[in-house]
Each structure stands twice: as C-alpha cells, then as structure tokens.
C-alpha cells in the first residue's frame, strides 16, 4: 500500500492509499480519484517527503502513533463551518434516504420513469453514470464524503 497526499485544482489537500503506484495513475487517469470537498476529478500528487530508514543505527526507525489528545491541524473557521454543514447535509440525507448502494443510477431511472415508486435515494455512482444521469434530466447531486469520515 501507499499512500499519497494530493491537492485537487481548488487547492482542497487531502490523503488517499492506494495498493500500488500503477493503481493510483490507472485510477487517476479513469477520473475515480476525486477530491472528498469539492468532489473534482482534477487531482494531482502533492509535494511529498520520502520516508527513508536510517541504516547507520543498524536498526529501522520505530513509526510513533499520536496521541490521542494531540491537537488536530488547524482548519480555518470558514472552512470548519462549511464542513461543519456538508456533515449536516449528508446526516440528513442518510437519516430521510434510503439507501440504494450501488444501484443508484438504475434505482433513479426507474424513479424518473416513473417505472418505481418515487422516494428519495442516495448510493453510488461513478461520475460518467452520475454526468449521464444529468444528461436524461434526473436531478442528482455528489454529497461529499469529509476526511475525518473516511476513518
């Protein structure tokens, strides 16, 4: 596994593992890797530094985990707030939503068609399925899914 730090165009900076270099670029190149704020496909790798084990000790560098009381970086306090209401939109739209998984795309075709009872729905959806869903009229909308709420 490794791990990147990587910066979309709006300058939103954030981390993401993938299995292999190879995987990242195959990705990347697809439009998968998207930034988790601004939900942008124009991703880029960060300035990074290497981590490099020290040898002349005859013995690797033992990694440090942080303390569970250690301070968290500081995030501006606009940006905080609008973190703050993505998380708000998204506990709303889960907790008023079913959730169709991975079926969303056909799940809302049937909805539009009226071939399915209507309700609100939220799953998954590449960003082709969700542009060719906007392109047959369906509304549809990406909620963000924020850093902290990947762990």
Known sequence: MIRY???CEAA???DSWFPSSESYDAQAARGLVTCPICDSAKVTKALMAPSVARTDRGQLPVPVAPQADAPMPMIAEPERQVRAMLRALREQVIANSEHVGARFPEEARKIHY???EGRPIYGEASPAE???LIDEGIDV???PIMPDDRN
Do not use: C, D, N, T
């Open 114 to 116: 009226g071939e399915s």
């Open 5 to 7: 730090s990587l910066v």
């Open 141 to 143: 909308a990406p909620i």
């Open 12 to 14: 939103h900076g954030f």
């Open 130 to 132: 969700a542009r060719a």
